[in-house]
T-cell receptor
Framework: QKEVEQDPGPLSVPEGAIVSLNCTYS??????FMWYRQYSRKGPELLMY????GNKEDGRFTAQVDKSSKYISLFIRDSQPSDSATYLC??????????FGKGTRLSVIA | SQTIHQWPATLVQPVGSPLSLECTVE??????LYWYRQAAGRGLQLLFY??????ISSEVPQNLSASRPQDRQFILSSKKLLLSDSGFYLC?????????????FGEGSRLTVL
């Protein structure tokens, strides 16, 4: 079993839809959870950061962490064409290198 | 504010040729530095990371090497490139004092080996 599993998609949705992106993991020591957004031919940029379990909201984006299920999610409300990108989940147990999922490619169609 | 510079942005190299990718970070001191490779369908693969000058940890045995000659400079090298070295190489940094693992990435270097 890989340490972090993420459905690579691609995922195509109409503008205005709610998008749900997910990752599962196997290492129970993970406690820092992040979502990065990567536009084509660019470096990833941090989108959301969550420590331990719970929810975090930032504008149209909501990150959820369920440590009991080893499952994290990113929700995008009122999706826009500018949200079209690859979304990577990443996690760490602390001051150790982040482990990344493979990324999910999202297209929001106007 | 902190910035990270990575170059060259794009390069095409023949098999067997050497490689040198450079990365520098400005606006911070004592950063952790990382090299990742991103290949199609394989996600981000950690290649090397460094917590200080001359301190390099290798995550994947391969045809590549890394060096950190200065506190904010990280170099990725190869003596002889293979076809399988093609990919998108990303340099990243984070703060040593913050044990959160949050990373800040450069713009990447796209390598094509022919």
């Amino acid at each position: 079993q890989k340490e972090v599993e993420q459905d690579p998609g691609p995922l195509s949705v109409p503008e205005g839809a709610i998008v749900s992106l997910n990752c599962t993991y196997s290492n129970s020591a993970f406690q820092y959870f992040m979502w990065y957004r990567q536009y084509s031919r660019k470096g990833p940029e941090l989108l959301m950061y969550t420590y331990s379990s719970g929810n975090k909201e930032d504008g149209r984006f909501t990150a959820q962490v369920d440590k009991s299920s080893k499952y994290i999610s990113l929700f995008i409300r009122d999706s826009q064409p500018s949200d079209s990108a690859t979304y990577l989940c990443a996690m760490s147990s602390g001051n150790t290198p982040l482990v990344f999922g493979k990324g999910t490619r999202l297209s929001v169609i106007a | 504010s902190q910035t990270i510079h990575q170059w060259p942005a794009t390069l095409v190299q023949p098999v067997g040729s050497p490689l040198s990718l450079e990365c520098t970070v400005e606006g911070t001191s004592n950063p952790n530095l990382y090299w990742y490779r991103q290949a199609a369908g394989r996600g981000l693969q950690l290649l090397f990371y460094s917590v200080g000058i001359g301190q390099i940890s290798s995550e994947v045995p391969q045809n590549l090497s890394a060096s950190r000659p200065q506190d904010r400079q990280f170099i990725l090298s190869s003596k002889k490139l293979l076809l399988s070295d093609s990919g998108f190489y990303l340099c990243a940094w984070n703060r040593r004092e913050i044990g959160t693992g949050e990373l800040f990435f450069g713009e990447g270097s796209r390598l094509t080996v022919l």
